[in-house]
């Protein structure tokens, strides 16, 4: 019967976007956060862009700070509109 707990997971089960199952934690973070993070992180992508923009590559520096950001800003904005896209019709 160990299995049977595993198998079961945790949180409600909900209908995915694609016909399958989705699971939803009762301890993950609320639609108004996820509209939050989404906000943040396309503004923080914006801004980098603006930067880019205005000043440019000043060096390799840039180049790492760039793509550490794109893959922060940029990840936390894909995660957040995916989470908020699985959860569009839960109360």
Known sequence: R???RADRGCG??????????????KFGPTRGE????????LFGLGLMGFAL????????AWVEV???ASAFFG???????????????RP
Do not use: E, P
Not at 34 to 41: A, D, E, H, K, V
């Open 34 to 41: 996820l509209w939050f993070r989404l906000g943040f992180s």
């Open 2 to 4: 160990g299995h049977d």
């Open 12 to 25: 409600a089960v909900l209908r995915g976007g694609r016909g399958g199952l989705a699971r939803m934690s």
């Open 53 to 60: 923009l205005t000043r440019g590559f000043g060096g390799i």
């Open 66 to 68: 760039v793509l550490i």
């Open 75 to 89: 990840g936390t904005a894909v995660w957040a509109a995916r989470r908020l896209w699985q959860t569009r019709n």
